[in-house]
């Protein structure tokens, strides 16, 4: 393996030998960013929890849209955590989809009324759930950077307008299935993130074909929220790191964000909170025990 990249949470190797050659081993780290910070502490099984559940999303979108998994044969060093994935031609749009209005979207429509220019009707408030879903693009950023929320026009600018129709329709498309499987495991899916590529056709997928690459449906590119407790007007509770956003932006923390110094280390009490969060997602979405 040949390292290529660290990102916040991912480290990904080329495949130097065997039948993946010039393939990628994508390795899921317990690592955990907020605020664009990535923290010195680091969420026990998080790595693991995340690639389970991206492998279970995968296989119920497979009638949908392809996905860039090869093999979950990889290095013992890595197994559980990694899977072995087909090169793509990645588009430079990060796909979102939401069903809610919260996070960035909610400061967009505070602002002018719409998010990405899709106006929105009045009186909506943190939770509301949307008249329908809708497609909020942003720029892919770079490490330490925010993505920027951006129209559909500068997407399909950018990248051509067929082409952004048709990440448009398969975002919205996944977002449905998952919206509605989540549901009936009583979550919520605010919003998720996607990433979509082009194959080469050197691997599973033909040549040109557009698939869902990086990882997929998992509470670091999803906002998920038990449903018994949504009430819209107040922040929801969910099943990611909000628990540890809040406990930096706490007292007890003494962390000021505006410093621009890193937050402290997480107390044990949050990392076991945290993971607990992560494996409840897990075993009500898939209904396997971790």
């Not at 044990?268 to 971790?290: K, P």
Request: charged share 25%; with cysteine.
């Amino acid at each position: 393996m040949r390292h290529l990249h660290s990102g916040k949470v991912r480290d990904l190797y080329e495949v130097q030998e065997g039948e993946h050659a010039g393939q990628l081993l994508v390795v899921a780290s317990d690592r955990l960013s907020i605020f664009d910070f990535v923290l010195d502490t680091t969420i026990p099984d998080k790595g693991e929890i995340l690639t389970r559940m991206s492998l279970w999303w995968f296989e119920q979108l497979a009638d949908l849209v392809p996905h860039h998994v090869l093999s979950t044969d990889v290095p013992a060093a890595v197994r559980g955590r990694a899977v072995v994935c087909e090169r793509l031609d990645m588009f430079p749009v990060e796909c979102v989809a939401r069903g809610y209005l919260t996070g960035s979207g909610l400061l967009d429509y505070r602002a002018g009324g719409a998010v990405c220019g899709v106006p929105l009707p009045d009186g909506l408030v943190d939770g509301s759930r949307l008249p329908e879903p809708i497609f909020t693009p942003a720029t892919k950023a770079e490490l330490g950077e925010h993505d920027e929320n951006v129209s559909y026009a500068a997407v399909a600018e950018r990248i051509g307008e067929a082409d952004a129709a048709h990440l448009r329709e398969l975002t919205l498309a996944v977002y449905a299935r998952a919206e509605e499987l989540a549901r009936e495991r009583g979550i919520l899916l605010a919003d998720t993130k996607l990433e979509f590529g082009r194959s080469a056709g050197a691997a599973r997928n033909p040549a040109g074909a557009v698939v869902l690459g990086d990882e997929v449906l998992t509470p670091d590119s999803s906002r998920f929220w038990p449903a018994a407790a949504w009430e819209p007007g107040r922040t929801q509770p969910s099943y990611d790191k909000q628990i540890v956003r809040n406990w930096a932006l706490s007292p007890e923390a003494g962390w000021d964000r505006a410093s621009g110094g890193a937050p402290p280390p997480l107390p044990s009490e949050v990392v076991e909170r945290t993971r607990a969060r992560y494996v409840e997602a897990y075993e009500l979405l898939t209904g396997q025990s971790w």
